[in-house]
C-alpha cells in the first residue's frame, strides 16, 4: 500500500474534520464489512487508514512525515514500520470467525440465555498448535512480509508484500504434524451458552473474545450476526411488536380476543365497530428501547362455513 493515500482510501480530504472522517470510515466499513460480502482486503485498508486518521496525533505525524523530503532510508522506514506495521500487529491479532443465529422474536423481547452450537478450529494437541518442527525463513528474518521502496524525495511509495519464500508465515515446517498436517489446527463442535440483550434485532453483531477460530497462535474472536425470524405470530417492527391474531366467529361474538404476550397473556376487547382493516394497538407493550414501543395487533378473519 502507497502509504501517502491514506486519505484516498478513506475518499476524505486532507482538510476534512474529525468528525467527517469517522462518518465516512462508518460508512465504507458498513459497505465493505465482509459479514455482507465484502472483500476482506479492502476492508482491512479502510481500517488501517481509519487507525492513523481517525487518531489526531497519529494524523499529525502521518501528515508531517507525508509532506516532509525524506533524507534516507533508514528515516522512512522508521516511519513507515511505527506507523504502519504497529497497525499490522494489530489486525493480525484480532481475526474473526463469522456465524449466523436465528433468533425468535419472543426470545429477543425475553433476552438472556441461549445456546450457541457451531463448528470452529481448534488448536491441534499433539504439535501444541505449531504444525510441527519450524525453521525461521531467512529471506523475511521471520517477519513473514517484504517491504519494498520504489522513488525518492518527496515521491515515495512502499509496497509490502508477503514473503513467497515462507508464504508469509515467517517460518518452513520441517516435519509436518501427523494430526493437522502442518495446519496447526483441528476442526471441532463448539458449544456455549451467551446472553442476549432485550430487543435485538436483525442484522445486529455479537462479538465473543476467544470463542473464535485457532490461528495465529491464538484464539480469534467469534463474531454472531442475529437474524430475527417471526414466532408464533409475533414480529418485531422497530419497538413496536406485532401480533397476528386470527379471529372466529367465537371470538367476534364474545367481543375479545387473547394475546400470548410474553409478559404474560393479555385479553383485549374487540371494538363495537369492528374493522379487521384497522389494527388495534396496546401502548408501551412493546420493546423497552430508548422510547417503549407498542403492542400492534394485526387482526385476520379466521371462519369455516358448514
Not at 38 to 54: H, N, P, R, W
Not at 82 to 98: A, D, E, L, W, Y
Not at 253 to 278: A, W
Request: charged residues 25%; positive net charge.
Amino acid at each position: 500500500m502507497n502509504i501517502d493515500n491514506f486519505y484516498d482510501v478513506l475518499g476524505v480530504k486532507e482538510t476534512s474534520t474529525q468528525d467527517e472522517i469517522k462518518k465516512q470510515y462508518r460508512k465504507l466499513a458498513k459497505e465493505n464489512h465482509p459479514d455482507i460480502g465484502g472483500d476482506e482486503e479492502v476492508f482491512k485498508k479502510i481500517s488501517t487508514a481509519y487507525d492513523i486518521l481517525g487518531d489526531e496525533n497519529k494524523r499529525r505525524n502521518y501528515d508531517q512525515n507525508k509532506h516532509s523530503n525524506f533524507g534516507g532510508r533508514n528515516d522512512f522506514n522508521d516511519m513507515f514500520n511505527s506507523m504502519f506495521n504497529g497497525t499490522r500487529k494489530q489486525q493480525r491479532s484480532v481475526h474473526v470467525t463469522n456465524i449466523s443465529v436465528n433468533i425468535g422474536v419472543i426470545n429477543s423481547y425475553i433476552g438472556g440465555k441461549q445456546t450457541l452450537t457451531y463448528q470452529r478450529q481448534k488448536r491441534c494437541e499433539p504439535c501444541n498448535g505449531t504444525g510441527g518442527d519450524r525453521s525461521k525463513c531467512n529471506t523475511c528474518n521471520g517477519s513473514g512480509i517484504i517491504a519494498k521502496q520504489f522513488g525518492n524525495g518527496m515521491f515515495v511509495q512502499v509496497i509490502q508484500t508477503l514473503c513467497d519464500s515462507c508464504e508469509g508465515k515467517g517460518f518452513k515446517l520441517i516435519n509436518k504434524c501427523f494430526v493437522c498436517n502442518g495446519n496447526t489446527s483441528i476442526n471441532e463442535i463448539k458449544t456455549l451458552d451467551i446472553s442476549l440483550p432485550h430487543g435485538i434485532d436483525n442484522g445486529q453483531f455479537l462479538r465473543l473474545s476467544g470463542m473464535g477460530d485457532y490461528k495465529n497462535n491464538m484464539y480469534g474472536d467469534l463474531i454472531v450476526r442475529i437474524e430475527l425470524k417471526s414466532e408464533n405470530g409475533f414480529d418485531k417492527i422497530e419497538n413496536n411488536l406485532i401480533y397476528n391474531s386470527f379471529i372466529n366467529l367465537k371470538d367476534l361474538k364474545l367481543g375479545k380476543i387473547t394475546v400470548p404476550h410474553p409478559d404474560g397473556i393479555l385479553t383485549l376487547k374487540l371494538p363495537k365497530d369492528f374493522d379487521s382493516s384497522v389494527p388495534l394497538r396496546v401502548k408501551l407493550k412493546g420493546f423497552k428501547l430508548g422510547t417503549v414501543g407498542d403492542l400492534i395487533v394485526n387482526q385476520y378473519i379466521k371462519y369455516t362455513r358448514d
